[in-house]
């Protein structure tokens, strides 16, 4: 079967040869399983009160900045508390904890797992790309890829200098859930110019270029024992699907054209678009200890 | 093998050059957006000078310093008295406070608000509401102030919660009837929390009391300004002297 697929040239079109193979809705699993996935962390957020004023009990009050899982586990974003350590505050022993829980857990899952599977803007660029390929603009030239880690030291250098958590003025990350869950829309503007600098100025600009808090949970995912990997590198005919959908597109090559078949590069937010979209099956979820295929609850339902 | 060697080397010269010229050009672009973010930071943070923040807030500049804008807090208020801040409006975009004049903070005595903060910048040192100074209540306009006209109003002296001690009021002779007391409302400001409830019930269409940062309410004695202690001085001197 996959044989005839491997003659066949792809020009037919974006993941045609995937959806022909794999069924509409096994090409594009992993994209709902993970939009499913964002609507729900934050819809545990908006329905929180009412459940809280119907049986008592908070799921998750506050917001990605902060808040409290059943009203007792802490949790926090570890950018926001690092800048809060940064200006030289001690804040209560509440926060530290769940940034630390924070960070542990997206050290196990793959730390840019938070980018793909919970945060916000993530809808908003993906939205951008799309618009991007349905529009078949054209590739801009690209802005070094390390402009994060630039971008994140410079927000953790400036409280030092100010005093203030300077960023969290900007931060698009929070805006949204702010802006649902208290009523502060107004600042849905730096989701609005970013739409516009990912869609028109250069491609994947703020999520693939820019983001501290993406660059950060990167960091911290270096130690994650879950990737994606190009399990069956040698069936690959070429298609350039997975280039087109990713959204970090360089750590692809060295997977699937290098010695080892494994993604291990940070910058991959184990999306999962790319098992979706490789009509070859290439690519699968790995555990990085054993190379087990992880049996991901999802794929069992197959 | 030395032109391979000679080779390496200027491509390593090259790489090397390409890096400093890049990290030059990133350091300048980090720095230029590092001066923009402060800029746009400070400003909005000078924007509303007069925003009142829950019981406990640390100065200004610190809790700026510590809130994570989390929103912990409002969702911990019963009274829906605070809020978090949109952009240009109230307060810098995302950090709680409140409007008095629209739903002042009920003093609650176990302060779920403070308790709610996990970042300290509401001090959970603060375990006495009475203690708290969200700001402090001005009487602004003793033209308008039905008190000062001669009549007894007291709205604002009779819904405080610390009656009697933030606010009291003052008897003084009425001399434009010659013969009526006028009742002046005055707030203690050692005592005064800031709440606003006072503000909350004017019942002119702008109140004449106003709650304001403590940093603007109050004035403050220059470290070089001795005359007070002048006086301490000198009552000293005057208490030996009966003394001796
Ligand atoms: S890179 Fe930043 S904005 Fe993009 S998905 Fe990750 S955390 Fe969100
Ligand atoms: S390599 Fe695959 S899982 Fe990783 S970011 Fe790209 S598309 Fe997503
Ligand atoms: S003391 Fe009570 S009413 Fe006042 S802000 Fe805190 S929670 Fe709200
Ligand atoms: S709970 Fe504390 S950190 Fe969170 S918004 Fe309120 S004051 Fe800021
Ligand atoms: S703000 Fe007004 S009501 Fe509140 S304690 Fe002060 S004087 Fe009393």
């Known amino acids: 079967m996959s044989q005839t697929l491997k003659q066949k040239p792809t020009t037919h079109g974006f993941a045609k040869a995937a959806i022909k193979e794999l069924g509409w809705w096994r090409a594009h699993k992993f994209l709902f399983l993970r939009r499913l996935c964002q609507v729900c962390v934050f819809a545990l957020f908006a329905i929180s009160p009412f459940i809280a004023t119907w049986a008592g009990v908070w799921l998750l009050k506050g917001n990605l900045s902060a808040s409290e899982l059943f009203g007792v586990v802490p949790l926090s974003d570890p950018l926001a508390s690092l800048q809060v350590l940064m200006t030289g505050h001690l804040p209560e022993l509440s926060l530290l904890l769940g940034a630390v829980i924070i960070a542990l857990l997206y050290a196990v899952l793959g730390g840019r ?31 070094p890829r390390n402009l994060r880690y630039y971008l994140l030291a410079l927000v953790l250098i400036l409280p030092v200098l100010t005093g203030l958590t300077v960023w969290e003025w900007v931060n698009p990350v929070p805006v949204l859930y702010r802006a649902a869950l208290f009523g502060a829309g107004s600042g849905l503007w730096i989701l609005a110019a970013i739409f516009l600098l990912d869609m028109f100025i250069s491609e994947r600009a703020w999520c693939g270029h820019l983001c501290p808090t993406g660059a950060l949970f990167g960091l911290i995912g270096k130690v994650s024992p879950v990737k994606v990997s190009a399990v069956n590198a040698k069936d690959c005919d070429n298609c350039m699907d997975c280039f087109v959908i990713c959204p970090e597109r360089q750590v692809l090559k060295p997977a699937l054209k290098g010695k080892q078949p494994m993604i291990t590069d940070s910058d991959c937010t184990q999306c999962g678009r790319c098992i979706d979209v490789c009509a070859q099956r290439v690519f699968q979820f790995q555990n990085r200890k054993n190379q087990n295929r992880i049996a991901l609850k999802a794929e069992n339902n197959q | 093998m030395s032109t391979v060697n000679q080779s390496k080397f200027a491509a390593k010269g090259v790489n090397r050059r390409q890096f400093l010229a890049t990290s030059a050009k990133a350091t300048c672009a980090m720095g230029l957006l590092g001066m923009g973010l402060t800029a746009v930071a400070k400003q909005s943070s000078q924007l509303d000078p007069l925003a009142i923040r829950p019981p406990g807030a640390l100065s200004e500049d610190d809790f700026l310093s510590a809130c994570v804008r989390c929103g912990l807090c409002v969702e911990a208020c019963p009274y829906d008295t605070l809020k978090l801040a949109r952009w240009f409006e109230g307060a810098p975009t995302g950090t709680p406070y409140f409007t008095a004049r629209n739903t002042p903070c009920e003093m609650c005595e176990d302060i779920p608000c403070v308790k709610a903060c996990p970042s300290g910048s509401l001090n959970h040192e603060l375990t006495d509401i009475d203690d708290s100074k969200m700001g402090i209540a001005v009487l602004t306009d003793e033209k308008n102030c039905l008190n000062f006209k001669g009549l007894r109003c007291d709205v604002c002296y009779r819904v405080c919660p610390l009656i009697d001690d933030a606010i009291t009021l003052e008897m003084q002779h009425n001399a434009r009837s010659g013969h009526h007391a006028m009742f002046l409302p005055k707030v203690n400001s050692d005592s005064c929390t800031g709440c606003g409830k006072c503000e ?17 309410a109050l004035g403050k004695t220059a470290s070089h300004d001795t005359y007070i202690n002048t006086e301490e001085t000198t009552l000293e001197m005057l208490n030996k002297g009966l003394e001796l």
């Open chain 2, 200 to 216: 909350h019930v004017c019942v002119l269409e702008e109140p004449a009391i106003k709650v304001l940062p403590t940093h603007i």
């Open chain 1, 113 to 143: 797992v938070f980018c793909s599977w919970v945060c916000p803007v993530n809808m908003v660029t993906d939205l951008a790309s799309w618009l991007r390929r349905k529009m078949n603009l054209p590739r801009t030239t690209e802005m």
